[in-house]
């Protein structure tokens, strides 16, 4: 057994490694740069996390998914190894203490995201970390050419500067030959080195459904599969619609959207990883790094707006390798609603100037300032103010970060944290606390660990149902406790952000350049043209399709798609015609083969295949002289 089996097994209480993960593992622990392609349900955070356990220093991985490093933060720390992550609307001496405990031995796997990369004090404290590895999980984000492409990640290049000699694991579940390539020169890779594992998914049944109802169509798809669900929407509204329209006809059903708060979140997740929920009904929120095995059957009401999406989203069904199907229902308004989508992503210059203008006045930024600035901002206020439609206002923004103009960083929520300010014996020792705040006291040293070492993530909620006392009661006196010194309390909130990342100018001097605007636009047309291609198909095999997309051109047809099924039904029904028509022509004169082939209007391969069929089926005979003639009926 080798030291990484050891590791999995004790661990994980695996014994071996899926494909792929054991050469990702030895190359990245041979200090090479490595680039991993792992299709959706792979093991991806196995391959760092298990040669990060065999090697000294701290591992950080860079990653856009809070919810997704929360999510391995807890579960690195149930499997009682040392993690911890930092992002957006964490407090300064939140970060410093994480920090601190990663350069003293106290982090093993240190989860940052992109935006963090180039703040002064990660910088100070990065430089003199020991590092084992620099994982870039969602490595398509580095390149222009990939559908998610997000500027922070352009960092990373910069932090390798500070460690040269530490090797890079990149991963990612979906990137053409191309984005393969830009992301080894984005991260400056020492030399090529790719492992990829085919993208092709053998059990998995592709579908293209067209349906003047939806809702009719995927209850009856739902009836028809049994099992585990996901159904992806793109409205958040949609999402409860959707599951309550599944409950009346008796089928268990939730909804997810990223709106929710992260306690009803993972409540819902929960419930359905459980199988205590049968469907979840979700927008694009749902699903990454969800380890559930036996999601028998994706619908999708609303198509994701490139191939590489829906490959990743259809993906989550039947990482088991059993039977599972990925359905798009398809109404006439799908293909325009589509083509639509590019007008919203690339509104005109004139207005992505304009909304600049109102951001600086919306959060008083004046002309030549605001270098660095940080603002809390609600689009939704923003557009009602000045009359803005949400849609594109929120593209313009984004396109506003691709130029270098501001960072967006979109509404998260950030959980409740404490941290005990005191040693254990100075709380012991602390008395005069009335009744309730001693029982709260209490009851979050014996709920939570770690308090006096690192910030607690807690639940109000779950703290009112103990001690009962209302949330706003424990609101209270936790900060009042933090007022007296004795903790450190960050409640929770939901703000988006707004940096300036240089000073606001006028807006006739703002460029958006070609690489920003039209080449975006180029890529983002042939994305949705690609997924009309998808939809409007109706002679090559879907998993072919899907495989072409990513370069992959060998591949055979699948046999268990609609195409393909429909191709088999066809050409069975055309097998039943031609038999029928040969047992004609023999009923009238018995004839030879050769005779009778000239005779069908059809390949020679066709006709030879039918009357083989109807030969063995006893339908035909064959005499010495070689000549056919139907078997009379006794």
């Not at 620099?134 to 990373?156: K, M, T």
């Not at 990137?175 to 492992?195: C, G, H, P, S, Y």
């Not at 009309?532 to 198909?537: A, F, M």
Request: with cysteine; aromatic share 10%.
């Amino acid at each position: 057994m080798t030291i990484f089996e050891e590791i999995l097994k004790k661990h994980w209480g695996y014994d071996t490694f899926r494909p792929l993960q054991g050469d990702i593992i030895q190359s990245i622990y041979d200090g090479k740069d490595t680039l991993g392609l792992m299709p959706t349900g792979g093991g991806k955070s196995l391959t760092f996390q298990v040669p990060a356990l065999a090697m000294e220093g701290v591992c950080v991985i860079v990653t856009p998914l809070i919810a997704l490093m929360r999510d391995q933060v807890d579960n690195l720390k149930k499997r009682r190894l040392k993690a911890a992550c930092i992002y957006s609307g964490m407090s300064t001496s939140e970060i410093s203490i994480i920090l601190d405990n990663a350069l003293y031995g106290g982090v093993k796997f240190l989860y940052v995201s992109p935006e963090r990369l180039t703040s002064e004090l990660f910088l100070a404290k990065f430089k003199v970390m020991q590092l084992s590895m620099i994982v870039v999980d969602e490595a398509h984000c580095i390149s222009q050419w990939g559908y998610d492409f997000r500027p922070a990640y352009l960092n990373i290049a910069d932090i390798r500067l500070l460690h040269p000699q530490t090797p890079v694991l990149a991963l990612t579940a979906t990137a053409t030959t191309q984005v393969v390539q830009d992301i080894q020169e984005k991260l400056r890779f020492r030399q090529e080195n790719v492992f990829r594992k085919s993208f092709y998914r053998s059990n998995i049944a592709y579908v293209v459904r067209r349906t003047d109802g939806k809702e009719s169509e995927l209850t009856h798809i739902l009836n028809s599969i049994p099992g585990t669900a996901i159904v992806y929407t793109r409205n958040r509204k949609k999402t409860q619609e959707t599951a309550v329209y599944l409950q009346r006809f008796g089928i268990s059903a939730d909804y997810f959207h990223a709106g929710l708060k992260n306690s009803i979140k993972e409540a819902k997740q929960d419930a359905w990883k459980r199988g205590e929920t049968r469907v979840m009904v979700s927008t694009n929120a749902f699903g990454m790094g969800i380890d559930k095995a036996d999601v028998r059957c994706v619908i999708h009401l609303d198509m994701p707006d490139s191939p590489e999406e829906y490959f990743q989203e259809a993906g989550r069904a039947g990482r088991d390798e059993q039977k599972a199907y990925a359905v798009c229902l398809i109404g006439k308004q799908d293909v325009p609603t589509l083509k639509r989508r590019i007008t919203n992503a690339f509104p005109e210059r004139d207005f992505i100037k304009e909304v600049y203008d109102l951001l600086g006045s919306f959060l008083k930024i004046g002309i030549d300032s605001g270098f660095e600035a940080c603002r809390e901002f609600n689009l939704g206020n923003f557009c009602k103010f000045y009359e803005l439609p949400v849609i594109q206002t929120h593209s313009a923004l984004k396109l506003l970060e691709l130029a270098g103009y501001i960072e967006y960083i979109p509404e998260e929520e950030s959980q409740s944290r404490i941290l005990v300010l005191l040693t254990k014996e100075e709380l012991y020792r602390l008395r005069g606390w009335d009744p309730k705040t001693e029982e709260l006291i209490q009851t979050i040293l014996r709920s939570y660990t770690g308090l006096f070492t690192d910030y607690a993530y807690i639940d109000e909620e779950k703290l009112s149902e103990r001690i009962n006392l209302s949330q706003e009661g424990i609101y209270e006196r936790l900060q009042t406790l933090t007022r007296q010194g004795i903790i450190s309390y960050v409640p929770r909130k939901r703000t988006p952000y707004i940096v300036y990342l240089q000073r606001r100018e006028e807006k006739r001097y703002i460029q958006i350049n070609r690489g920003v605007y039209e080449e975006r636009l180029e890529k983002y047309q042939r994305r949705i043209d690609s997924m009309i291609g998808y939809i409007e198909n109706t002679e090559i095999c879907r998993s072919r399709s899907l495989l072409a997309y990513f370069d992959e051109t060998n591949a055979e047809d699948c046999g268990i798609c609609d195409v393909c099924l429909s191709r088999k039904k066809r050409k069975k029904d055309q097998l039943q015609s031609l038999m029928k028509d040969i047992v004609n022509h023999l009923s009238i004169c018995p004839q030879t083969l050769s005779e009778l082939i000239t005779k069908m209007a059809c390949p020679k391969e066709e006709a030879i295949e039918a009357i083989r069929i109807l030969l063995d089926d006893g339908m035909l005979e064959q005499d010495e002289s070689e000549i056919l003639s139907v078997v009379s009926a006794e």
